[in-house]
């Protein structure tokens, strides 16, 4: 037996299935688990954008084809961006279109299971993880939105066939200085990047000017927007661009109102709209969409694209509340960490910060100066304090409120445990304004609702920007959260009594110096002429007005009231959140989410029908089978090529049936087959067929390093590694291992590196890659430090 | 114009014949190709009987329950599987190089065993030969003895035979097998992971299965059997082969006359002339069916049963072992008298003394399963303040009551080892080192690495506990890391620690590639890593998980396929101990106070502390 491959084996899937989770439309078969053109290919994919108002809406059609004469399944992925959320979802069977219709979470839930007991397998798309098993409890922590990942299975995929697949989805597209940006992940963040036979892209932009990116697919600018089209297309390159708002209008109103339910014949309907999605509704909808002037300056650190401290501010107060519990690990731990660094060395000398590390216990949370040595040394200690169990938030925000008194702000970098409820974090922080980063996962209603600014784990470049700029920007007036009516709304209305209600903050909030703000919401008395004045220190003269009707009958904006039912639904699940779950509150959320066609926490997409009792997943262990089975399965055997057959063995209180086993001496490197029997407890036989990695090769690294550098520099670290590498960590010295991440304009692996103080010399700074397989490489290099 | 008409159409005749040619030129092509492939390898090899040396120390073994063989000889039943070869009058497989046997067969009334980890043994003149040959280690899967007294071997290799006394062994058929059948006239019938081959003397051919991984193939007058994971199935030799209905279920099946037995699911099922299936009810589930001699035999919880004319009798009590199940002993512990085995790809089994052996083995241990599911792929026990831990795939438990409850935080991932400290129990997990308080230190706060494979805790007055990753040894001191080794620093012989043990003040660190090394404790202080001192005698060796322990006073190392060593009374090399054991991959290693037991993936065996000393 060959123990030591043990380690080195690994099965790719469930390691490409968090890969996966950063890619848009990918549709994996399970029988390799991975992604893989030989089975599967993308052959077609269509992708419409429309843009306007800072709401992108998004219609996506992929051509998948078979390439084995047997029958396939597959599942489909698709990594959403941070405030995006699914208005459509549909599978073609044949020449059959099966739409996703959207029904009560736990309706749904029923119809699944008697369905699978019926041999049928219903696709169910919901939003968070896949194996969502008990949907009505876990999806309660998610938003409509939130840059989650969709998934479902999609069989049978006949024998050298296609099978076709829509999503649709919107999401806001936040303009910060003047500029907007919106990228739709296509390139995999590790291994080799799919091809599409045929990719088309259409961009629309009804109110903004088109603006490429080198890092994004190279589209062209037309009339309209933009375009690409291609055939043999590597997913090299994610589908990003930049927008301009057009004109330069301090206000805009745009309005909905639609009182006969149908459309008129002849009216264009975008490739992301169906008829069925604007239900008949007396009342109107719109939108006041607010961009004041002037813009953050743009300053550049050496070998490092980092925001600029804000120039003029008073010195300012922050307590840090870093999440040190066993949770918040990995990837998480290590993306709080950059954040960190990155607001201290934005301090200035005459700032004051608190370090407060917290698990259940805050650790000491005393004010500092944020000199050089200061930061230095709460670094160290904090990386000198171990992961201990549990968070409790509300006790640090406390510790924090109070080393930072009346006038302070509070930062917390956490992976989102023990956040408690926002009445708790509310009351803890004390009114002090709370800034949270995420850094993986989902962020909880209860932070949503509590922080004054929160940044996703998927938030875009310029989003985290403007994030890190206001923790430390001067102090703003704060504007009301919630739901407004008229007369508490941010702006007024005279010359007529539209009866507006339900009115809420969208897009980029508080107002912030060329960004693109605004206010969605119902109006119940069309009227034609009306003035809207909204008041804020950073428009001409303290205000600005604009001269708009809310009309009787306004088709264009077609968007407005899905957007609208989203942040009302938002709203409601904000307020659960807080005050416990209403019956109302939730009848009107599945209400509209079933009229608006988007899913929610109670809510999932339901499609019918597909096949039964196959393996969902096969994860990774070493050297440990997993396989996710159905639950009426009663024996799972694993064939192996080298002749051993495993009976697999049940987890307790799951569907995983696992099983432990060596590889013999001599097998070698390559792609392998298992074949896994299944019996249910009705003797119906399944077969599939997996496939491993045998994977024994250490990583290969290429460092690259700058000449020199002076103590206290921040310097940018590059590595070439292989591509299979999911870990890539550089160490300088005795500091803590830096992620080194994929930059596509680079074409290797980039990380930034704090050089600390000491003698000058060389020092040795150690890169570490660790393989799908979990074989490890290191190779060493020097830098040189000047005095 | 004429010429060009005339030369259009020698054109086309011309393509017209190439095409023809080329399409003929194609069939025979592939009509080679398929000849080629299906033609038997038939090549010959050398054989010769090695003699095997009959074992120094006697040493009492643990293996697995399952029977893999039964044979009928004329001094009476002989027996092979988990637990090795039994015969009647006892064990018979002491001399053989590992425990667990695959497959049994009589070659001229002679027991001729195949070994599961590999190589075929001949027994003659009560001793064992080994059956070596050009073609390497085979792994036999299933033995027949021809009608004309030859030696049919069913391998993973292909399909063998070899004559009485002759020196060569012939190759009939590359593809892999797992069970054989021998049809009047000199065909096989060969089953196994690449579908059913039907083997003669000039050809080998697939044949059509109901499924490509056949797991037995048996003939019955002009029908033939295959069995598979689909079930069973039978049909004309010339096919096609129909299930059999009600046999869905079988795993093991055994023609005996007009009847066909099968065992799947803990039942045996009847198959008379009608093809109807009736129930046996030999009073224990049975795992397997043999027929031999035309007496059937069921392998049973209860031990190898006989069907005779009034029903079923024990045919023979189950030999020494492990409970039915998993046998791959990863990890080992002691505890009130009584041996916890922890199992590679199970749970716990617990050996208390009872039954009898032979009397220079020690006293005989009987095993049961310890309840619950909280520990399965064990890969350490520690028993330590009053109770036992197990460090798992499912995390970390406790054995409390002869049950297992599982530890906080169940949601850490797989455990790899433990170490009582004095501040408590250290847990190492993938993640990390969960030190008591509870707090986790992981590669962020410094460490190599975050898998902890090896946990020890530092001589006293060093404050330290050291920790083994695969990227490099850590020391931890005060609830910091305080220093670590790194890979390509040069100072462990190989970076993927494995094993730590602490003797006085030396720390000797085992490592899976490079053998073991020491860190004398003269240097100043333990404070920084020190220089270590590798033994060149263990250069390459790969230390397994927890393989470095002190018993006895001296310090015993087990390795991956490399057996078991001890390091020499004056401490300066590890010497190689020539034992006999049940696989020479040790896995776990535990002092008791009747010895030393040893853990391998073919099960455990106890040896006696006061070995003799090694020559150098």
């Known amino acids: 037996m060959r123990r030591a491959l043990l380690v080195p084996l690994t099965f790719l899937l469930a390691s490409g299935g968090s890969l996966l989770r950063a890619q848009a439309g990918l549709l994996v078969p399970t029988s390799s688990g991975r992604p893989d053109a030989s089975v599967l290919s993308l052959r077609e994919m269509t992708v419409d954008i429309g843009i306007a108002r800072g709401y992108a809406r998004v219609n996506v059609r992929q051509v998948f084809e078979n390439h084995t004469s047997s029958v396939q399944e597959g599942t489909y992925r698709f990594a959403l961006p941070p405030s995006a959320a699914v208005g459509d979802f549909a599978v073609w069977d044949g020449l059959v279109r099966i739409p996703g219709v959207i029904l009560e979470k736990q309706r749904a839930r029923a119809i ?20 969502d098993a008990d949907a009505g409890r ?9 840059g989650a990942l969709f998934s479902v299975t999609v069989a049978p995929i006949p024998a050298l066939a296609t099978k076709r697949l829509e999503l649709q989805f919107q999401q806001e597209v936040p303009v910060i200085d003047g500029k907007g940006e919106f990228r739709l992940v296509l390139r995999p963040p590790d291994g080799e990047a799919p091809v599409a036979a045929s990719l088309t892209v259409r961009v629309r932009l009804e109110d903004a000017a088109f603006e490429a990116m080198p890092s994004g697919l190279p589209l062209k600018a037309t009339a309209e927007g933009a375009e690409f089209s291609g055939s043999a297309v590597k997913l090299g390159k994610d589908l990003a661009f930049r927008i301009r708002p057009k004109g330069s209008d301090l206000l805009r109103l745009s309005a909905f109102r639609n009182p006969d339910g149908v459309l008129p014949d002849g009216l264009a309907l975008a490739p992301w709209e169906r008829p069925s999605e604007l239900p008949p509704e007396k009342d109107g909808f719109f939108l006041l969409e607010a961009r004041p002037g002037g813009a953050f ?5 050496k070998g490092a694209k980092l925001p600029a401290p804000v120039p003029i501010r008073a010195p300012q107060r922050l307590a840090i509340c870093f999440d040190t519990s066993l949770g918040h690990r990995w990837a998480g731990l290590e993306t709080a960490y950059q954040h960190l660094v990155r607001v201290l060395h934005d301090l200035r000398p005459a700032d004051q910060f608190a370090l407060i590390p917290y698990d259940r216990t805050p650790g000491s949370a005393a004010l500092k100066k944020a000199g050089p040595a200061e930061v230095e040394a709460e670094l160290n200690a904090l990386r000198a304090r171990t992961l201990g169990p549990g968070a409790n938030l509300p006790m640090a925000l406390a510790a924090a409120r109070k080393a930072v008194g009346d006038k302070g702000r509070i930062l917390v970098l956490t992976g989102g445990q023990g956040a408690g409820g926002s009445k708790a974090l509310l009351a803890a922080a004390g009114g002090a304004p709370l800034f949270v980063a995420v850094t993986t996962g989902e962020a909880g209603e209860a932070l949503r609702s509590a922080s004054d600014q929160l940044l996703a784990p998927t938030a875009t470049e310029i989003e985290t920007d403007l994030f890190f700029r206001r923790v430390l920007a001067p102090e703003e007036k704060k504007e009301a959260r919630g739901p407004a009516s008229d007369e508490d709304a941010p702006f007024k209305v005279g010359g007529g009594e539209p009866k507006l209600r339900h009115i809420y903050p969208v897009m980029v909030q508080p107002m912030a110096p060329g960004s693109l703000s605004g206010w969605v919401g119902r109006y119940a008395a069309p009227q034609p002429r009306l003035t809207f004045t909204l008041a804020s220190n950073m428009l001409p003269g303290g205000k600005a007005s604009l001269e708009a009707a809310l009309p009787e009958k306004a088709l264009e904006a077609r968007d407005l009231p899905r957007r609208w039912a989203r942040a009302r639904v938002d709203d409601l699940l904000a307020r659960i959140e807080l005050e416990g779950e209403k019956k109302e509150w939730i009848d009107e959320i599945i209400a509209l989410s079933k009229r608006y066609k988007f899913v929610t926490p109670y809510t999932a997409f339901l499609a019918a029908p597909r096949s039964l009792l196959r393996p969902r997943r096969i994860q990774p262990g070493d050297p440990v089978l997993r396989v996710e089975c159905d639950e009426a399965t009663r024996a799972a055997t694993a064939l192996f090529p080298f002749g051993l057959k495993l009976e697999l063995v049940r987890r307790p209180g799951t569907n995983v049936w696992e099983g432990r086993f060596l590889v013999p001496e001599g097998f070698k490197d390559g792609r392998y087959a298992v074949r896994i029997l299944l019996r249910d407890a009705s003797g119906a036989r399944a077969s599939e067929t997996k496939y491993f990695i045998l994977d024994g090769t250490a990583p290969r690294i290429r460092p690259e390093l700058p000449a020199s550098a002076r103590p ?24 803590p291992p830096i992620p080194l991440r994929w930059d596509a304009a680079a074409g290797c692996s980039v990380g930034l590196l704090r050089v600390p103080s000491g003698p000058p010399g060389s020092r040795e700074v150690l890169f570490e890659a ?7 490489g290191f190779v060493r290099a020097s830098l040189e430090v000047r005095p | 114009m004429p010429l060009a008409q005339s030369r259009k159409r020698l054109l086309l005749a011309g393509l017209a014949l190439a095409l023809v040619g080329g399409a003929v030129a194609a069939w025979k092509l592939r009509r080679d190709v398929r000849q080629a492939y299906d033609a038997p390898t038939r090549r010959v090899q050398p054989l010769a009987f090695a003699p095997l040396p009959a074992p120094a120390v006697k040493v009492r073994m643990w293996g697995g329950a399952e029977v893999a063989g039964v044979a009928l000889g004329p001094e009476g039943l002989v027996l092979a599987g988990g637990f090795g070869v039994a015969e009647a009058r006892g064990d018979l497989g002491e001399g053989l190089p590992t425990l667990q046997a695959s497959a049994l067969a009589l070659w001229r009334d002679r027991p001729v065993v195949a070994l599961a980890a590999g190589g075929l043994f001949l027994r003659r003149d009560r001793a064992w030969e080994e059956l070596r040959t050009g073609w390497g280690t085979l792994h036999v899967r299933d033995l027949v003895e021809s009608p004309g007294g030859e030696l049919l071997i069913g391998a993973q290799e292909g399909l063998f035979r070899a004559a009485w006394g002759a020196s060569v062994l012939e190759r009939l058929d590359a593809a892999p097998v797992r069970s054989l059948a021998l049809v009047p006239g000199g065909v096989v019938w060969a089953g196994g992971e690449q579908g059913l081959r039907r083997v003669d003397a000039g050809s080998a051919r697939t044949m059509a299965a109901p499924d490509p991984w056949v797991d037995g193939v048996a003939v019955q007058g002009r029908d033939l059997l295959v069995l598979t994971p689909q079930g069973l199935a039978r049909g004309p030799f010339d096919g096609p082969l129909a299930p059999v209905a009600g046999a869905e279920e079988a795993s093991s099946f055994a023609v005996l006359g007009d009847e066909v037995y099968t065992a799947g699911q803990g039942r045996l099922l009847r198959f008379g002339a009608g093809g109807r299936p009736a129930e046996e009810l030999p009073g224990s589930p049975v795992r397997r069916v043999f027929a031999r001699a035309g007496v059937l035999f069921a392998d049973t919880d209860a031990g190898l049963l006989r069907r005779g004319a009034t029903g079923w009798s024990p045919a023979r009590s189950r030999p020494a072992s492990l409970p039915p199940g998993p046998s791959a002993v990863n990890a080992l512990a002691w505890r009130d008298g009584r041996v916890i085995a922890g199992l590679f790809n199970g749970g716990l089994v617990v050996g208390a003394p009872g039954g009898t052996s032979p009397a220079a083995a020690g006293p005989d241990l009987a095993w049961v399963p310890v309840r619950g599911s909280e520990a399965w792929g064990v890969n350490a026990i ?7 831990h197990v460090a798992s795939l499912r995390g970390v438990a406790r054995l409390e009551g002869g049950a297992l409850k599982a530890v906080e935080p169940k949601d850490a991932g797989a455990a790899f080892s433990l170490a009582s400290t004095r501040e408590g129990l250290v847990h190492g997990y993938g993640q990390g080192v969960l030190l008591p308080g509870p707090r986790m230190l992981s590669a962020f706060h410094g460490l190599p690495g975050n898998q902890a494979l090896a946990l020890a805790e530092g001589p006293e007055g060093s404050n330290l506990l050291f920790v083994g990753t695969p990227t490099g040894l850590g020391a931890i001191a005060g609830g910091r890391v305080a220093w670590r080794t790194e890979p ?3 100072r462990l012989p190989h970076p993927w620690v494995t094993a730590l043990a602490v003797r006085g003040d030396d ?9 073991v090394a020491r860190r004398a404790g003269r240097q100043p202080g333990w404070r920084e890593p020190g220089a270590f001192a590798a033994f060149p005698e263990t250069a390459g060796l790969k230390v397994n998980p927890g393989c470095l322990v002190e018993a006895g006073g001296r310090l015993y190392l087990g390795t991956d396929g490399r057996g078991l060593w001890r390091l020499s009374a004056d401490g300066s090399r590890f010497v190689p101990l020539r034992l006999p054991l049940p696989s020479q991959h040790v896995t776990a290693i535990q002092a008791g106070p009747e010895g030393l037991y040893v853990g391998t993936p073919e099960g455990l065996a106890r040896l006696p502390l006061s070995l003799p000393e090694e020559p150098s």
Do not use: C, W
């Open chain 1, 112 to 131: 699944y299971k008697e369905l699978t007991t019926q041999r049928i397998d219903p696709g169910l798309l919901q939003q968070g993880e896949e194996e």
């Open chain 1, 770 to 776: 660790v393989d799908g397989a979990k074989n490890r």
């Open chain 1, 138 to 146: 876990a999806g309660k922590s998610a938003r409509p939105s939130g």
């Open chain 1, 712 to 735: 206290g520099d921040l310097i940018q670290v590059r590595a070439h590694a292989d591509e299979d590498v999911v870990f890539l960590h550089a160490r300088l010295g005795d500091g």
């Open chain 2, 507 to 515: 720390l000797y660190v085992g490592t899976y590639g490079g053998g």
């Open chain 2, 488 to 490: 390509g620093d040069g």
């Open chain 1, 297 to 301: 300056p743009e300053m550049k650190l």
């Open chain 2, 382 to 388: 520690l028993s330590a303040g009053g109770a036992v």
